[in-house]
């Protein structure tokens, strides 16, 4: 779980997670200082599923968990979309690891990508997903 060496996709995968967090601390920086990007927060994207069958969709919520983490709201990230947190904390651990690794000269072990993290967590995508259209369905839900 844990290598000296992490593998090639690895160190791609760390980069590309380098932009995406390094993009989402800007925008999270810009949206508390300038009143217009803070107003972009307000709108959301529809989506085409919901919109033509009035069902949801696995990635329904998403937009709306990623807002309330930006606002420091978990529970009400959780309760829009039950993989974001979940998600950003695996991706917070790996590049946080891999940050140690290439800071230590490889003395301390990075976390290796298994595939059995991302079944788990594409497993909690498509269990949020069918649990959010039974409630949805029982009218005990709505985001």
């Known amino acids: 779980m844990w290598s000296k060496e992490p593998g090639k996709d690895e160190r791609g995968l ?3 997670a380098l932009v995406l967090l390094g993009a989402a601390v ?4 810009l949206a508390q200082f300038v009143p217009y ?5 307000q709108w959301f994207l529809p989506c085409p599923i919901y919109a033509l069958t ?4 696995p990635g329904c919520g998403g937009q709306r968990a990623v807002k309330a983490l930006f606002q ?4 009400h990230s959780l309760y829009c ?11 917070i651990v790996f590049m946080g690891s891999h940050t140690l690794n290439r800071l230590s000269h490889r003395r301390i072990p990075a976390l290796s990508v298994k ?15 069918i649990v959010k259209n039974i409630l949805l369905l029982a009218g005990v839900y709505h985001i």
């Open 26 to 29: 800007l925008l999270w920086v």
């Open 72 to 75: 420091g709201d978990l529970l």
């Open 54 to 57: 009035g069902l949801y969709c």
């Open 115 to 129: 595939n059995w993290h991302l079944y788990s967590l594409l497993g909690l995508l498509v269990l949020q997903w």
């Open 37 to 41: 990007v803070r107003g972009l927060f």
């Open 14 to 16: 760390y980069i590309a």
């Open 81 to 91: 979309h039950p993989f974001v947190l979940p998600a950003l904390i695996y991706l």
